[in-house]
C-alpha cells in the first residue's frame, strides 16, 4: 500500500513549552493552527490558506507564551473589541441591524473608554448606563427600558462573541464575559395597544383620500400581519398572483429571515387594483416613494401617512398605536384560526413565545364563552345537590 502524502505544515517555538504548529488539513485544505493549554490540545482555524502569513501567525503565538509555557493573552481594550466585531459580524446581519450596530457601538465605545480593559466592566458601569441612557445624558434624548434592553443585549452579544472566538495565538479573545447575568431594565407594564374591527374600518375608509399606497399598506399589514418595514420594500416580483403567495426578502426583515406566506382573497385582490394605478413588472417597488420610483417608501412616510389617518378617521390618540397595533391585531385574531406554528409561519415570527408574550391580547368575550361552555360538559352544583337528596 502507498502512502498518504503528507500536506504542508510548520512548527515554532519549542516543544514542551512554546510549541505552536501550523498545517493545512487534508480534508477541507483550510490550514489550522494547533497549541497546547493546559494539557490540552487546542486547534483553530486561520480563515485563510496563506503559508506565509501562517507561518508569521504561527511564530507571534510562540511568542505569546512566558518562561514557563502559558500563554499570555493579550489585554483586551474596549475599542479594538467593538472594532473586532462590526468587521468580523456585522457584515453578515441586516442594513438595519448593521446601522444600530454602528450607532451602539460608538455609544458603548465612548461611554466606556476605548482604552478601558473589557475586563474591568463591572455592575457600576452597567447600572450607571442604564441610569444615563434612561435619562438622556448619554445621547441627549430620553428612551425606555425596551430600548436600553436593547442596545444592552447587544453589548452582552459582543462580549459573547468575544468568549467564544479566538485569537491568532490559539486562546478566546476574552476568558470570562465581566456583564454575564446582570439584570436588564424591564418595562414594569408594557403598553401594546391593539387597533380594533372597528377602527380598522375607519382608517380604510379614509386612507384612499391621503394615498393609494397607504390604503394598499393597510390592507397587506391587516391581511399578512408583517411589520411596515418589510410592507413598504416589497417589490412586484416578491408577489406571485398566480400561486397567491407573497416573498418577503430576509435583507428587509427584521429577523434577516427569507420566507413565503400564502396571501389572502382580500390582499390578492387589493395587489391586482394597485397595479391599475402603477402598471409596473419586475423589481419595481410595489410602494414606490411619491417623487421617486427608484426608492420605496420611506418609514417616515408610512408614519405620517398614518397620524394623518387617525386623525380623519375620528380616532384618539394612543401612544404606540402605530403600524404594529395591526401585527398585534393579526396575532390575536388568529390564535383560534391557526395553530401557533403556522401563526409564526405565516406573521415572520421566529419565536412563538414572543407571540405569546408581546402580541396576542386577551379576549374577554373568548374567555366568558369558554367559562359558559363548561355548563354544557360539567354537572350544575344544583343538579348535585338534587342526586344527593335522592340517595338520601
Known sequence: MGQTKKGWSYSAGERGRN????????HSWSILMEVYEDGRRIRTALGHQDHDRAKREADEAAAQFDSVGELQFETLRVGPLFEKYLGEVTPNKTPHKQKHDRRASRMFVEFFGRSRTVESLNRRDWDRFISGR?????????????TVEYDLRFLLAVLRWATQTRA??????????????LPLPKEPSPNRPILNDEQYGA?????????????????????????????????????????????WRGDTDKQGRDHVTPLSTVAVEALRAARQVQPRLGAAW????????QEPCSRHIMRDWWKRGEVLADLEPVKRRGWHSLRRKFATDMRTRLPLRDLCDAGGWNDPQTVLKCYQQPDEELIRGALDSRGDENPSPNRQDNRQEDLA
Open 134 to 146: 434612561s435619562r438622556g445624558d448619554i445621547t441627549g434624548r430620553e428612551v425606555g427600558p425596551r
Open 286 to 293: 410595489v410602494f414606490p416613494a411619491p417623487g421617486d420610483e
Open 203 to 247: 382608517l380604510l375608509e379614509e386612507a384612499g383620500t391621503i394615498d393609494w399606497r397607504f390604503r394598499l399598506a393597510l390592507v397587506l399589514a391587516h391581511e399578512t400581519g408583517h411589520r411596515i418595514g418589510a410592507i413598504r420594500q416589497l417589490k412586484w416580483s416578491d408577489i406571485d398572483f398566480q400561486a397567491g403567495r407573497v416573498r
Open 168 to 181: 491568532p495565538n490559539g486562546g478566546f479573545f476574552l476568558q470570562v464575559n465581566p456583564l454575564r447575568g
Open 19 to 26: 510549541r505552536v504548529r501550523v498545517y493545512e488539513d487534508a
